[in-house]
């Protein structure tokens, strides 16, 4: 059987690349810190994901006006409220992931789009194109792909958790499957995955604060990615690689500020 998967995951630079995140993740779990403050540590996490993802998408919020629930912004609180959502989401993404992309969109989209185009595909062209990365494939089209991205999704693969993660969020980065917030449904479906695939299950890993240190590198990256070119598919897989290990650094900050009291 097909493993496209796996055949990524062969690509040049990604062995090594995934390796190196692994090796930061398990360094995180290995913090004394998490044996009884961990749950604290996930929730900063998601925390700083949120306010990451929010600066992704052009929303630039202070962490602590996140934390007191003062931030204004419909972006943010689109993604505080998916970022809440992901641990509940887990299973479910296995087997009906068309139902999980709904629900992170009905959250994420909430006073950004109609009520009754929350959760639904879009039929017409994506506006937003917030990361340069030129019209979005046209709604048939998308829907075709996201069609394939639901088989990758509920189909075992041999491939790391991570290269999975990768592909799912660039594939809603770059298709744009519902015109509003999708890099806010990107990002959380990539760490869902981790989650859910075990990379990361305990959710401690802030990715999108990873994503988000490497600056233009996102959107490059990406752009690459719609290349379709081994390279390319290689360099975003790679440049999500780095964001595993910057969000693991982040977290293990997190960590140590908890220690220090």
Do not use: N
């Not at 299950?201 to 490497?214: I, T």
């Not at 490059?220 to 969000?247: I, M, N």
């Amino acid at each position: 059987m097909s493993d496209p998967l796996a055949v990524i995951a062969g690509f040049s630079g990604v062995p090594e690349a995934v390796q190196d995140a692994r090796t930061a993740v398990d360094r995180l779990y290995g913090h004394r810190m998490l044996r009884r403050r961990g749950p604290e540590v996930s929730a900063e996490s998601a925390l700083r994901g949120a306010r990451a993802s929010s600066a992704l998408e052009g929303a630039h919020i202070s962490l602590e006006s996140l934390r007191s629930g003062e931030a204004q912004s419909a972006v943010a609180q689109g993604a505080l409220r998916v970022s809440s959502e992901v641990g509940r989401l887990g299973k479910t993404w296995r087997t009906a992931p068309r139902q999980v992309l709904a629900r992170l969109h009905a959250l994420a989209a909430a006073g950004l789009a109609e009520d009754d185009l929350l959760g639904r595909p879009r039929t017409g062209p994506a506006a937003s194109d917030l990361l340069g990365l030129g019209p979005a494939p046209g709604a048939e089209a998308a829907a075709t792909r996201i069609a394939t991205l639901v088989t990758l999704v509920t189909t075992p693969t041999k491939a790391p958790a991570l290269v999975l993660a990768a592909v799912v969020h660039a594939e809603l980065a770059v298709l744009r499957p519902f015109g509003t917030a999708d890099g806010l449904v990107a990002r959380a479906a990539e760490r869902l995955t981790l989650v859910e695939f075990g990379l990361d299950p305990k959710s401690l890993v802030a990715v999108e604060v990873g994503h988000a240190d490497l600056g233009e590198g996102y959107a490059e990256s990406l752009r690459g990615y719609l290349k379709g070119t081994g390279e390319g598919v290689a360099g975003w897989v790679r440049h999500c690689a780095a964001a595993v290990a910057l969000g693991a650094r982040e977290s293990t900050a997190i960590c140590e500020a908890l220690q220090r009291g």
